[in-house]
């Protein structure tokens, strides 16, 4: 199937507004040439990230009139409960408003200060979250995930021999956990092999390390098993992820990716201990532990969005809606990673716009175009969001790669939307050199990209 339909109809609509680049010029300016700043209302495409922007389907919505608000023990929290036993295999089940507060649980009760924690690439929160407790995060993905024309099927995977050395330098009792994050967001939504799993359980399980996955992911990874690893095309989706976390002890979850719901999240584990332990702690922050933060009708919400997104005609559909954006742009010579990932398209700003040093952020320029040709919002992975005056020395820093990330939303935007996306970037690229770069007017010192403000280099 060269075309990716869609396997739904649409039964409600939002309405976008629709604005003139004369608006758009004037609304950027006024939002310092930040798109964090910008009034969403004033988006036609928003591709700013794919977490709580899906839709929900009509058995969700209706799983919302069922809502048990009950303070403990709603019907919704069994339900919730019951359906990721099912298909993750954990024991004990612990709900939060979102992944990053499960990280946070996990981290609190396992982290000491120069503990070591390895992951494929953290993603930023997990990275804040694991360094919070004065630990060190580690990334040992293999080297192919850091080359973005290289295209190997399993980009995410975990460098075994890096993993190995990690641990040989600072002995195991420093890795109270090895994470993997599937699929790997920050090396461009790319999946991880069973093959590799297997391998990384066989480390854990020599040094007796606890081994957490962080599943925001888990359907599309388990899809591109299914479609690249041998062995896996007739298995089903749900086989597939019950395989994948047979190797984990454990899991994080954002549940506004793959649990195709606006808000929540939760925390897996096996060990019945280390679950009280943080049980009591999600008492103090998060609330009881049949609700976690969330309404019962989240936690229907979820239940129901979990068994959906498992469903393989769906998953075909978002895999390739995802990668018919790519293809459009690599037969325009539009350099991005490949092989397309799952939830985005990230596009090598530095290679597409060379004549813009990378201190003055070409990746920003890029969506500062965007907007204002097309309405459409992507976000920038780059100097502006890495960059910065290094605290150890004092110099200006740049990231190894200089991204725009194009999320798509699940089950929001059409194949015509993709479509238009294609051809506003494409019409961009042919007037590339009129691109100019941007310089900083204000910056926080921490987390700079979400509140500075820019103005475009004087010519
Ligand atoms: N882990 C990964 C791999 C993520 O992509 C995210 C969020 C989180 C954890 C944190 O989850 O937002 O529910 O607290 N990623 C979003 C993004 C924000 O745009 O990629 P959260």
Redesign the pocket.
């Given at each position: 199937m060269k075309f990716p339909a869609e396997p739904f109809r649409i039964k409600v609509v939002e309405p976008i507004k629709i604005t003139s680049s004369e608006e758009r010029d004037e609304l950027i300016r006024k939002a310092g040439y930040n798109i964090f700043l910008l009034p969403a209302e004033s988006i036609y495409i928003d591709l700013l990230?794919?977490?709580?922007t899906s839709a929900m389907s009509d058995n969700q919505w209706a799983g919302i009139m069922l809502g048990d608000e009950s303070y403990a023990g709603s019907k919704n929290y069994y339900h919730f409960d019951q359906t990721i036993r099912d298909i993750f295999g954990f024991e004990h089940i612990i709900p939060t408003h979102?992944?990053?507060?499960a990280?946070n649980l996990l981290f609190s009760n396992l982290l000491k200060q120069g503990d070591v924690v390895p992951n494929n690439i953290h993603?930023d929160?997990?990275r804040a979250n694991v360094e919070y407790h004065q630990a060190v995060a580690l990334d040992c993905v293999i080297d192919q995930a850091r080359i973005p024309s290289e295209p190997h099927p399993f980009k995410g995977n975990m460098d075994i021999e890096k993993l190995e050395a990690v641990i040989a330098k600072y002995g195991a009792p420093r890795l109270p956990l090895i994470m993997i994050?599937v699929t790997n967001?920050s090396g461009g939504g790319q999946p991880v092999s069973m093959q590799n799993i297997r391998e990384v359980k066989a480390v854990a399980q020599k040094y007796n390390i606890p081994l957490i996955f962080?599943a925001?992911?888990f359907a599309e990874n388990a899809f591109f098993i299914k479609e690249r690893e041998d062995g896996y095309e007739d298995k089903s989706i749900k086989e597939i992820v019950r395989e994948m976390f047979s190797h984990a002890d454990g899991c994080?979850m954002?549940a506004?990716?793959d649990g195709l719901v606006n808000i929540g999240?939760f925390l897996a584990l096996n060990n019945a201990k280390l679950a009280e332990k943080i049980t009591n702690m999600l008492i103090l922050i998060e609330g009881f532990p049949t609700y976690g933060g969330l309404a019962g009708r989240d936690l229907e919400a979820i239940a129901r969005g979990l068994q959906e997104v498992l469903d393989e005609n769906y998953l075909r559909f978002r895999i390739n809606q995802t990668r018919y954006l790519g293809e459009m742009l690599i037969r325009e010579d539009i350099p991005i990673i490949q092989p397309v990932g799952g939830h985005a398209v990230y596009i090598d700003a530095r290679s597409l716009l060379p004549h813009i040093p990378q201190a003055e952020f070409p990746g920003q320029s890029l969506v500062i175009e965007l907007y204002k040709q097309a309405g459409i919002r992507a976000v920038e992975i780059g100097t502006l969001m890495f960059g910065g005056l290094d605290p150890q020395t004092g110099k200006e820093r740049f990231p190894e790669l200089e991204l725009v990330r194009l999320?798509i939303p699940r089950r929001v935007y059409t194949s015509m939307h993709m479509q238009y996306v294609a051809e506003a970037i494409i019409e961009i690229a042919r007037n590339r050199s009129a691109l100019r770069g941007l310089e900083i007017v204000y910056q926080a010192q921490m987390l700079r990209h979400f509140t500075a403000r820019l103005k475009p280099k004087a010519n």
């Open positions: 990230t794919d977490s709580g979102q992944g990053r507060v990280e993603f929160t997990t994050t967001n962080d925001c992911r994080t954002s506004k990716k999240g999320a």
